[in-house]
Structures are given as structure tokens and as C-alpha cells.
């Protein structure tokens, strides 16, 4: 990901006031605009209000709660306007202006009962080709490269005649079949001057493309619009590279030893799709953190032994998952 949201800093158009500090702000306005036409009636209310059990009191801190919610509404409002916090239909609204639909991964079916709804693109994934939209012209730089492959066929083939003397046409054709949201990652590697080598992972299973989406990526390649002259391009599947997750959690005592069990799982397996990406690594101290955060006193993590550690033509895949649960 050219940009990981869960680093980036909050803007600085994001205002979060102290709960305390809007509280004695709100008494001391408050007394001030009594104490402009009654002062006695103001000194009876800041001796009222310094006692936290007055109905007085409980008031102001509850309209400061109030206005505590509604700046942070608004927080998120501004945040939504930002291409790294923007999700749902936000940021689809937000890549409409450079041309970018979010992929339909599976069409589902309205006809079906109960209907099954489609399946989308993520919003990280559709961020990703938001930001890599501007290196998506023709291939070249890495970047590039990478573009290309998760746009495939969604790009317009550019042809350019002259049917007469005194006149060019330029005809954009577009591919009504597009297969782009067949590919979940790909990007583009020069391992000697001039020949590319082109690493595609699909979206289905493990990640192994099928030789007709090889096939399609090479013809797309071979398009004048798109490779450089100077480039040969050879294109290839990822290579899988398969492990599973084993990891022994100690909770606390009570009755919820299954429902802990499969939000460990649930996040694990979270984190396994997320890693599912050429040059991806798989780390057992981050796998430690989700066990922690997620409620675990003490964990162990069986498997994987250690670092797993991607090249570029690579792609790890999770292959199943095992988590023992057991009660301090």
C-alpha cells in the first residue's frame, strides 16, 4: 500500500478539546454572562457549581458531552474529505473525478432469495489505484507497472487515423469484458536492462493465476498504448508461498471461552488476507499484538516459527488457522 491509514497522523484541522478544560470553559462563560446583570445570582451559582453533586453541574456536563460529540462528528466529516481517512461511498465520490469505479468482484444475485448482494472492492484496494492513478498512462516506472496491472483492461485501447487529408480522429475503445478486478496485485521488475518481468497474484483461492488471465495480461501488455518500446515483457503467476497460524491464547476466567476463540480467529484471518500481497511478510510479533489486543493475557505462537519474509514475484497465503483457548 502506497499509504497505510492505520499510520497516518490525524490532520491538524482535527479539534479535540479536553472533557475538563470545555467544562470549566462552559462554568466560567457562564457565570460571566450572569454576573453581567445579576452578580449576586452569579455568586450563588459558582459556589453551586463548584459542588459535582448539583443538578446545576450535572447539566453543564452533560451539554459539554453534547458538544464534546457533535466536534467529533464533525471530525469525521472533515476527515471524510481526505483521500487516506475517505471510505465507503466517500471515497467513492472522492476517485469519481480522476475516472476510478470500484471494482464488482462478484455480481451476487437479485433474483436470488433471500437476494445475495455483490461483492466489492475494498476501500484500501480502491484507494490503492486512487493514488496509483497518476503513474497509469503507459508502463515504465515500477509504479507504473503496478497501475497498469490493477487497471487492466480498463484502460481505453487509443487508436489514431486519418480517414482524410485535412483530418486526425483519435478513437478510445473500451473493453466491455474488463477483467481488472481478476487481479488482486501485480507489479513489474527489471532484472537486466530491458526485459520487465510482469508478477500477477488473482483475487480467487490462493492467488494462482489461471492461464487465460496470463494471457490477458500478456495481450494487454502488448498493446502500443501501454508497454514501452524499449521493454520486453515477460509475464508470470505469483509464486504461493503457504503457512498457516498456530497460537495458544490464556484468557481470564468466564463464560465466553468460545466467543474469545473466534474473534481471535476473526482478526487473525483479518490479517492474513491483508498480508495476502506480492513482497507481503508475515511477522509472528504482529500476530503476538493481535492475540494481545484482542483480549489474550498470555500468548504463544506455535506457527510461524519465524519471519516470513515475501520477494517480489512471491505471495504468502494463509492456509488455515488454530487457536487453543485456555483459562488462567
Not at 24 to 43: C, E, H, M, S, W
Not at 123 to 146: C, E, I, N, T, V
Not at 310 to 328: D, S, W
Request: aromatic share 6%; net charge negative; with cysteine.
Amino acid at each position: 500500500m502506497l499509504t497505510d491509514r492505520n499510520y497516518l497522523p490525524d490532520p491538524e484541522a482535527i479539534h479535540r478539546p479536553k472533557f475538563e478544560d470545555l467544562v470549566q470553559q462552559f462554568k466560567t462563560d457562564y457565570i460571566a454572562n450572569v454576573r453581567a446583570t445579576d452578580p449576586v445570582l452569579a455568586d450563588e451559582i459558582e459556589k453551586t457549581l463548584e459542588q459535582p453533586g448539583e443538578l446545576l453541574t450535572k447539566m453543564c456536563e452533560t451539554f459539554t458531552q453534547h458538544l464534546l460529540n457533535e466536534i467529533e462528528r464533525r471530525n469525521q466529516q472533515a476527515k471524510q474529505l481526505l483521500p487516506g481517512w475517505s471510505r465507503g461511498s466517500n471515497l467513492d465520490n472522492m476517485v469519481a473525478h480522476q475516472g476510478i469505479q470500484r471494482q464488482v468482484l462478484d455480481p451476487g444475485d437479485p433474483d436470488a432469495f433471500p437476494v445475495i448482494p455483490p461483492v466489492q472492492e475494498s476501500d484500501d484496494h480502491l484507494l490503492l489505484r486512487y493514488l496509483l492513478q497518476s503513474h497509469a498512462p503507459a508502463a515504465g516506472s515500477r509504479m507504473q507497472y503496478k497501475a497498469s496491472c490493477l487497471t487492466l483492461d480498463e484502460s481505453a485501447v487509443v487508436t489514431v487515423t486519418k480517414p482524410e487529408f485535412n483530418k486526425v480522429q483519435l478513437t478510445y475503445t473500451l473493453n466491455p469484458e474488463g477483467i481488472a478486478a481478476q487481479i488482486k496485485d501485480g507489479n513489474g521488475l527489471m532484472p537486466i536492462p530491458g526485459h520487465v518481468t510482469v508478477t500477477i497474484l488473482a483475487r480467487e483461492g490462493d492467488g494462482t493465476a489461471s492461464d487465460s488471465l496470463l494471457d490477458k495480461v500478456r495481450e494487454h501488455f502488448s498493446r502500443p498504448d501501454v508497454a514501452p518500446g524499449t521493454d520486453q515483457i515477460t509475464v508470470q503467476g505469483a509464486e504461493i508461498v503457504p503457512y498457516t497460524i498456530k497460537a495458544v491464547a490464556w484468557i481470564g476466567r468466564g463464560p465466553d471461552v468460545q466467543i474469545t476463540e473466534q474473534s481471535l480467529i476473526t482478526k487473525l484471518q483479518a490479517y492474513a488476507d491483508q498480508q495476502h500481497l506480492l513482497e507481503a511478510k508475515v511477522l509472528p510479533s504482529f500476530i503476538t499484538h493481535i492475540l494481545h489486543d484482542a483480549g489474550a493475557l498470555e500468548r504463544e505462537v506455535i506457527e510461524p516459527a519465524e519471519e516470513i519474509r515475501c520477494l517480489p514475484h512471491q505471495a504468502p497465503y494463509c492456509t488455515g488457522i488454530e487457536v487453543e483457548v485456555k483459562v488462567l
